[in-house]
């Protein structure tokens, strides 16, 4: 399974090379494939909050190198370069506030320098730490999409009709995909059918992005729009509902893409099954609740204006691009380290204990 997956691997976000980070410009897609070289850490901080690159695992990925770039440059200044990072580390962290995959990767950066040796080349030292955690959110992708394809079969191993909202691919991620890759692996071993993806307002991740991966990928695929989800549910056989999740609570209740709660309810009502699939940096062991988590908002022309012209009134607006799912609405929540069922603050705690999958 392992080796359909890797051969599977067609799209990527993020590129590291030649002393820069280049980043595929997901606000052109589908309609241009462009790439954006970003050579500073305020060049990638500024491609994080205007969504060049959007996704928790794939901004987490972004704002690791954007340590290696502002290293470089506070190390070229001399001086207590360390100590001037960390205003780097400031611009970077408040990039995106609600995923928690970016204090997670930024934390790891942070601790990797503080372990540096006597003698140690800190420049090399942290580009290979940032490499690494690109390295981990691959490896983990691919662990999630096996063991989400085997919990689709445990459950219901027929052909499936599955939704998804949002983007939670390989464009979200450094590597496979999460809500996406566990569809590609079922769709590999025969066991999805067909996928509607919700649009996904008002930034349509929905429509451009997952659609335009599945559409790379063969799978069968059909836009709809956010408001026909329940409808979808209850006349097209829908048997799995598999999003993706920027922060995951100590109690299992789920940050997402704004939406995903409402189909967490729709779905609870129509027996449909609610997968989230995120790897273990997203859950934030020192958040209790959904009620403790930072919700983002971003600006309300996002909402008002499409491609950059009026689309509707120009009444009041409100714009929050994140939303809470409860979890006791969700079935499982499927990491690298291991699948919740029915998850709750023992549960993840239980398998937040685990060093490596059992």
Excluded at 9 to 27: F, H, S
Excluded at 72 to 96: C, S
Excluded at 122 to 143: G, K, V, W
Excluded at 144 to 171: D, F, P, S
Aim: aromatic share 4%; charged share 20%; net charge negative.
């Amino acid at each position: 399974m392992r080796e359909q997956l890797l051969a599977a691997e067609k799209v990527k976000a993020i590129d590291w090379r030649e002393d820069a980070l280049y980043l595929l410009d997901q606000r052109a897609l589908p309609r241009q494939e462009s790439w954006l070289a970003c050579g500073t850490a305020a060049a990638v901080a500024e491609a994080i909050a205007g969504m060049v690159v959007r996704g928790a695992q794939a901004i987490g990925v972004s704002a690791a190198y954007g340590v290696v770039l502002a290293a470089r440059a506070r190390h070229a200044q001399g001086g207590d370069w360390r100590a001037a990072l960390e205003a780097d580390f400031a611009v970077l962290a408040a990039a995106r506030p609600t995923a928690a995959n970016l204090c997670w990767a930024l934390n790891r950066m942070r601790e990797r320098l503080q372990r540096l040796k006597s003698g140690e080349d800190p420049l090399r030292a942290l580009e290979a730490e940032a490499a690494a955690i690109h390295l981990s959110d691959r490896e983990a992708n691919l662990t999630m999409a096996q063991l989400g394809a085997e919990l689709i079969r445990k459950h219901q191993g027929n052909l499936q009709t599955v939704l998804t909202h949002g983007n939670a691919g390989a464009l979200a991620t450094g590597g496979f995909g999460t809500a996406l890759g566990v569809i590609r692996a079922a769709h590999l071993e025969g066991m999805v059918e067909h996928v509607y993806a919700d649009e996904t307002r008002p930034w349509l991740q929905g429509s451009r992005l997952t659609a335009w991966e599945l559409l790379h990928e063969n799978i069968p695929v059909s836009v709809i729009a956010d408001s026909a989800a329940a409808h979808m549910m209850r006349t097209k056989g829908i048997t799995w509902v598999i999003v993706g999740a920027d922060r995951i609570a100590a109690n299992g209740d789920v940050a997402g893409k704004i939406g995903t709660y409402q189909l967490a309810v729709a779905a609870m009502h129509h027996a449909v099954r609610f997968m989230v699939v995120a790897p273990s940096s997203s859950i934030d062991m020192d958040t209790d609740s959904g009620d403790d988590i930072l919700l983002e908002e971003r600006d309300v022309r996002e909402l008002l204006d499409l491609g950059g012209q009026p689309l509707a009134a120009e009444a009041g607006a409100f714009n929050p691009v994140f939303d809470i799912t409860p979890a006791d609405l969700i079935d499982a929540i499927v990491t690298e380290k291991g699948i919740v069922e029915r998850p709750d603050t023992a549960r993840l705690a239980q398998l937040m204990s685990r060093k490596h999958l059992h």
